[in-house]
Structure formats: C-alpha cells, structure tokens
C-alpha cells in the first residue's frame, strides 16, 4: 500500500482542496456548504492525526502548516460571519 508519508500528504492534499472550498463557501454564505466543509474537516484530521509519524518530511510539513494557515483565516472569517448574523 501507499507508504505513510504519501497517505499524509494525500489527506493534506485533501484538506487543502477542502479549506479552499470552505473560504469560497464563507466568502458566498453557503451556509450548507460551511457545515459540510466542517464535516470533511473533521474527519480528515481524525485520518491525519492517525497517520501522523513524528518522523514528518519537509514538504508535509509545509503543507500541515498551509492548512494550519488556512484554517485560522477561515476560522477568523467563521466568527465574523456568525456575529454579523446574529446582530
């Protein structure tokens, strides 16, 4: 099967492509979108936090620091939106 190191950027990958969809669905207010997104999140982590050897590469952890990045600015963006609509 595929080695660890390639499932990690694999999943990585994914929860880039899926980061990127949930700013577009945050930026739309697909408000359906954002809960499926927040789904995906989850379980995407679950699989990397199972995958995740301390022996990381340094292009897994460029991307595990993308994601990171992302997050936090979609996270930022979330807490926006959630005040904006409730007031």
């Known amino acids: 099967g595929m080695s660890r190191t390639t499932q990690f950027k694999d999943a990585l990958r994914q929860m880039l492509a899926l980061l990127e969809g949930e700013r577009q669905a945050l930026a739309a ?15 995407l982590c679950e699989r990397l936090e199972t995958i995740a050897a301390s022996d990381l590469d340094e292009e897994s952890v460029s991307l595990l620091d993308a994601a990171k990045r992302l997050n936090e600015i979609n996270r930022r963006l979330r807490n926006l939106i959630a005040t904006n609509v409730q007031s």
């Open 29 to 43: 207010l697909d408000l359906d979108r954002i809960v499926t997104c927040a789904d995906g999140k989850l379980g």
